[in-house]
């Protein structure tokens, strides 16, 4: 993952960088996703992962989690600008060491070989359960879900089993307990 050059992400005196799940609930319609992507496009703050999805057909909501980095007053005034935008109902931040919020991200493994190598493809994948959603005598598509890095190291790990492409949906949080951020 490269670092952004963005002079809005250069760590200083005021603060380390960090990243952080930012969760936006909004109307879901036309031309909002791009009003929050253009907030930080316009400022130059990087988007490392983005997950857009629609959470209430009743109230017409969706939810928008995008995760990022930035020093405590960068994130504090993504934060600001976010809750001005019309129609945002409500941000949540959560940073990535919050042990009182779950963050996993889902992804689509495809791995063409032999059946043995497949085997072995499947192996390294039992501690994420993975599901396999196809499979034929010479490929497999597994789902898994777990942590980005531990996504990105299995990638790395597949890939003499024969990954041939993967798909990954960006971070999605939840806060645990009877706690309730939705």
Known sequence: MAKSKS????PSKLG????????????????????????????????E?????????????SRITIVTTGTPQVIEQIVLQLKKLVPVHKVGNFKREDKKVIFKEMALL???ANSGKINKALNACKKYNPVILDQTNK???I???ALRREIDKLIKNL????????????????????????
């Open 159 to 182: 890939k003499p089993f024969g990954l041939v492409s993967a798909s990954r949906t960006g971070a999605v949080a939840m806060t645990r307990g009877a706690e309730i951020f939705n």
């Open 143 to 145: 789902q898994i879900t």
């Open 7 to 10: 002079a809005y992400s250069t």
């Open 110 to 112: 495809k791995v063409v």
């Open 49 to 61: 992962s983005l997950a857009v999805a629609e959470v209430d057909q009743k109230n017409n909501l």
């Open 139 to 141: 490929s497999a598509v």
């Open 16 to 47: 380390k960088i960090d990243t952080h799940i930012i969760v936006v609930w909004v109307d879901n319609e036309a031309s909002v996703l791009s009003r929050v992507v253009g907030l930080f496009s316009g400022r130059g703050y990087n988007i």
